[in-house]
């Protein structure tokens, strides 16, 4: 089983800067990872809050996510 140091790669770590969120404001913006996530690597939180946002199969445009209000959007 991979170590948690692979919760560093991408897509599930984001050390760039975040944006705000344009509904709210907030600071609080998750990467937004689509496709099939490893579920071991996932229960390696340990219950931690991940830093991003799961997206479902499909990938759509929104490539952000709120973390106080929920909102998802399209950003650089």
Not at 6 to 22: M, V
Not at 51 to 59: I, M, Q, R
Not at 65 to 76: A, D, E, F, I, S
């Amino acid at each position: 089983m991979p170590g948690p140091e692979r919760l560093k790669d991408k897509p599930y770590h984001h050390d760039g800067p975040r944006p705000d969120c344009p509904r709210c404001g907030s600071s609080q913006a998750k990467p937004v990872v689509y496709g099939f996530v490893d579920v071991g690597e996932y229960l390696e939180l340990d219950g931690r809050t991940p830093d991003f946002e799961l997206g479902g199969l499909a990938p759509k445009s929104e490539n952000w996510c709120c973390g106080q209000c929920g909102h998802r959007w399209k950003g650089v």
